[in-house]
């Protein structure tokens, strides 16, 4: 399929495949949605025949913002074309629809960093093209790691082993006694180092190659299969990912930060939890200072550190790709090989 929108391959499409869902003979109930962006199939279409920083040079080094929001504009150019004058899809579906994009389209590409890192890691070779550096750390199986996109209202604290599980449990109980709680907001990415029973699945060394509805899938399930298994050293890296920064959701991140960062660092014994905030534009937003404010745990500490070490606002997606290589080498070496 085209990156860029086709006039012919959309015409050809099975309409299961087609970007726009036509709603308006079967609405939704409590909503007035006329049409709806089906997401999978933007992202399908769109991305068909590579991930962004693993494809060819011109979508490797393009704006990330265009490319993030290229499959809208083809949803859209898809309701113009088989709609017309009907078409129509609000402002808030497409700004969410943006986001979600966002999230996968930057999973795959980490996923397939990943993947590529895990077979150098295990005594394969690094790909050639694209042309990356090879990893500086000595290559052993124990430093493999693993890509999850976590699902919404999803317990990051249900990837822990039981035991772990238990001791966070502890401190909701003493919490509950006094009608408090700690809830759990879920970051959109984590990247973890792989423990040693699940390791050997070759799933973790297999780059998607695209964003079909297939790979959609392994990226999305993949926290299935690492549920129950974390030490809470495990998890080195917890992402958020917007589309763009509003006021009003600046400190949610924080929270998120500061949370995950008490219960493992400060409760579990777990070395630093890194944490970030990545975002297609941060203009007219002051999260650069706020951003600045330290983790709450090691405040007044010889420790302290930022809950949020820093705000990342990509250019394109073969820089996306070499900081997380940067990433991974600098904290895999801490692994023991």
Not at 90 to 117: C, F, M
Not at 282 to 289: K, L, M, S
Request: hydrophobic fraction near 40%; charge should be neutral; charged fraction near 25%.
């Amino acid at each position: 399929m085209p990156f860029r929108f086709s006039r012919v391959a959309t015409q050809a499409l099975d309409p299961s495949m087609r970007l726009i869902e036509d709603r308006r003979n079967a609405p939704v109930r409590g909503r007035d949605t006329q049409f709806r962006l089906a997401q999978q199939n933007m992202l399908a279409y769109t991305f068909d025949a590579s991930v962004p920083g693993w494809g060819p040079p011109g979508l490797n080094s393009m704006p990330f913002l265009e490319v993030a929001k290229r499959a809208v504009e083809n949803a859209l150019d898809e309701g113009q074309l088989l709609y017309g004058a009907d078409f129509e899809v609000k402002s808030n579906a497409i700004a969410k629809v943006t986001g979600d994009i966002y999230e996968q389209l930057t999973s795959a590409i980490l996923w397939d960093t990943a993947a590529h890192w895990n077979t150098f890691m295990c005594g394969g070779p690094w790909p050639t093209s694209p042309r990356y550096g090879r990893p500086s750390v000595s290559p052993s199986r124990r430093r493999q790691v693993a890509v999850l996109n976590l699902p919404r209202r999803y317990d990051w604290v249900r990837l822990l082993v039981p035991a772990a599980q238990a001791e966070i449990d502890v401190i909701r109980g003493k919490l509950a006694e006094r009608e408090l709680s700690m809830p759990t907001s879920t970051p959109d990415i984590a990247i973890v180092v792989l423990p040693e029973d699940i390791a050997v699945d070759e799933m973790w060394r297999t780059p998607l190659g695209n964003l079909s509805r297939s790979s959609q899938q392994i990226v999305s399930r993949s926290h299935l299969r690492v549920e129950r298994k974390l030490e809470p050293g495990e998890i080195i890296l917890a992402m958020a990912l917007k589309s763009s920064l509003r006021s009003d959701r600046l400190y949610q991140p924080l929270y998120e930060a500061n949370v995950m960062q008490f219960l493992l660092e400060g409760h579990l014994g777990a070395p630093r939890v890194e944490f970030e905030v990545h975002a297609l534009t941060t203009e007219g937003t002051g999260a650069g200072r706020i951003y600045q404010a330290a983790s709450l745990h090691s405040a007044g500490t010889d420790q302290a550190h930022r809950a949020v070490r820093e705000l990342y606002e990509p250019s394109d997606a073969t820089q996306i790709v070499q900081r997380f290589l940067q990433f991974l080498n600098t904290r895999m070496v801490l692994v023991d090989a």
